[in-house]
């Protein structure tokens, strides 16, 4: 059976298994329930299990296959985000206030991979094809950088080709890039004293805390226009009355490449250790995690893009649209503009759009020098294996990312339809390169071409573990 049909007709399995995961919503290193729903889904399809893999409890790598043959992956994810507990309805309606829900579609996201594994496998035990299908399951995406310690740790090694997807309001193959990142701390130790009866003989962590940011904030109009630089203040004392003696910021940089993110950090770093000088206190600087910019391969996007337009964008029932009409309600009016834009879209193209609530086509390919305002570990895993995205309308037209929307959009038919799409272009994607050794040696060896002519540094230093505790 064509994997794509396979995958059909199996449907029930893989909603209801996106269904559990967005219950769980759990957030990054801590998807436990998560992580073990879709282990067994896979060992019981008879898939071997490898649990807890580059120190992190729920990550793991599920495989099957014959040892001959090329080595297919695919990424999958399931963590969700604080906060954003929805109902399933298009208006806002927490089924717990405060706590986290499936804010960009992760429960979506690592079923369809799971889907698209299952199919190759089915496709495998027909006969049509040798080689190894492997799925990635990748925790803690928001923010945690699980797929860059598990790159980091020599999980993807051994892997000829990524493919992975996800959810969008439009359905299409990812040419744009992201920005690569840093997440710091920065942590200042000063000396306490009495306010108002020594304050000579205190050294104020928080004001340290104070200068570095000043400094940052002047440094921005000599930064590239493209990289980007934000912050929050951790800790910052507990009564006017006392000199804190510690206070801390956590710093996320940006910048489109790694050489230019590791110039713009040492620079950071500078303004940090200055700011410890002026006020007399220590600083510790404590990089949590790094995401890498993509390593775009134009021929697994070609071929991505192939399958999308061989499978056909889902097209949505009444009730769906109704659902997305009545969401709508609350999507900002600019927000379809934005998201538009980064995919190339004009504003010729976005007013066409003005009477749509959800997207029924396919994208054609984009001037793929954009660089994204965001971070996406897939960055991480692209500079280790040639690696291919695609994303499919999973909500509808605007939807602001990280949104309660998306949320509510996870468990019913829009987000179920985009899901599917994607596991079955996933699935058709590695079945060509499984069974087309040309297309296969012409992707890994664009991926060498490019990655030897790049400047690439890992923002991840050595020996840095995964801040499971985040
Ligand atoms: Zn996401």
């Known amino acids: 059976m064509n994997p794509s049909d396979w995958i059909e007709s199996n449907s029930s399995i893989?909603?209801?298994?996106?269904?559990?995961?967005?219950?769980?919503?759990?957030?990054?290193?801590?998807?436990?329930?998560?992580?073990?729903?879709?282990?067994?889904?896979?060992?019981?399809?008879?898939?071997?299990?490898?649990?807890g893999v580059a120190d992190i409890p729920t990550a793991f790598v599920a495989s099957y296959g014959n040892a001959d043959g090329p080595v297919i992956g695919i990424l999958g994810?399931?963590?969700?985000?604080?906060?954003l507990s929805q109902d399933c309805v298009p208006y806002r309606k927490p089924l717990a206030d405060g706590a986290p829900g499936h804010g960009c579609g992760h429960n979506l996201l690592g079923v369809a991979g799971l889907a698209a594994c299952m199919a190759v496998k089915q496709a495998m035990d027909a006969g049509e094809v040798k080689g190894t299908i492997k799925?990635?399951?990748c925790p803690a995406e928001e923010g945690g950088a699980g797929k860059a310690f598990m790159a980091n740790a020599g999980v993807f090694n051994s892997v000829d080709i990524c493919l992975t997807w996800h959810p969008d309001t439009f359905n299409g193959t990812l040419y744009a890039n992201f920005l690569a990142n840093y997440r710091v701390s920065f942590k200042f130790h000063g000396k306490t004293a009495h306010a108002a009866a020594d304050p000579f003989n205190g050294r104020s962590a928080l004001d340290a805390v104070e200068l570095m940011n000043v400094g940052v904030n002047y440094l921005r109009e000599h930064m590239i226009p493209d990289a980007r630089v934000h912050y929050v203040i951790t800790k910052g004392g507990i009564a006017p009355n006392v000199v804190p003696d510690e206070a801390e910021s956590l710093y996320s940089v940006r910048a489109p490449r790694t050489d230019q993110l590791d110039a713009l950090f040492a620079r950071v770093?500078?303004?940090?250790?200055?700011?410890?000088?002026?006020?007399?206190?220590?600083?510790?600087?404590?990089?949590?995690?790094?995401?890498?910019?993509?390593?775009?391969?134009?021929?697994?996007?070609?071929?991505?893009?192939?399958?999308?337009?061989?499978?056909?964008?889902?097209?949505?029932?009444?009730?769906e649209h109704a659902f997305a009409r009545e969401l709508s309600k609350s999507i900002p009016a600019d927000s379809l503009e934005t998201s538009a834009h980064v995919y190339g879209l004009d504003s010729k193209a976005v007013a066409a759009l003005k009477d749509i609530v959800l997207f029924e086509d396919i994208l054609p390919p984009f001037k793929s020098e954009i660089v994204l305002p965001g971070s996406t570990d897939v960055g991480d895993v692209s500079w280790v294996v040639p690696t291919g995205q695609i994303f499919t309308a999973c909500w509808a037209l605007g939807s602001p990312g990280h949104s309660w929307q998306i949320v509510a959009q996870g468990k019913m038919g829009i987000g179920q339809r985009?899901?599917?799409?994607?596991?079955?272009?996933?699935?058709?994607?590695?079945?060509?390169?499984?069974?087309?050794?040309?297309?296969?040696?012409?992707?890994?060896?664009?991926?060498?071409?490019k990655r030897s002519a790049a400047n690439y540094i890992s923002p991840i230093p050595p020996g840095t573990k995964p801040p499971l505790n985040i």
């Open 77 to 83: 994810e399931f963590d969700a985000l604080p906060g």
């Open 418 to 449: 985009g899901m599917m799409y994607a596991g079955k272009v996933m699935a058709l994607s590695a079945l060509e390169f499984m069974q087309n050794d040309k297309i296969r040696e012409q992707a890994k060896g664009e991926f060498k071409q």
């Open 14 to 51: 893989f909603t209801h298994l996106s269904n559990e995961v967005w219950g769980y919503a759990e957030l990054g290193y801590k998807e436990f329930e998560s992580a073990k729903t879709l282990e067994d889904a896979l060992e019981e399809a008879g898939f071997k299990l490898e649990r």
């Open 269 to 319: 770093k500078n303004i940090a250790k200055g700011a410890a000088l002026m006020t007399g206190t220590e600083v510790d600087i404590v990089v949590h995690s790094g995401m890498s910019n993509m390593l775009p391969n134009e021929t697994i996007n070609e071929v991505m893009q192939s399958k999308l337009i061989e499978v056909g964008a889902p097209k949505f029932n009444d009730e």
């Open 135 to 137: 799925y990635f399951g």
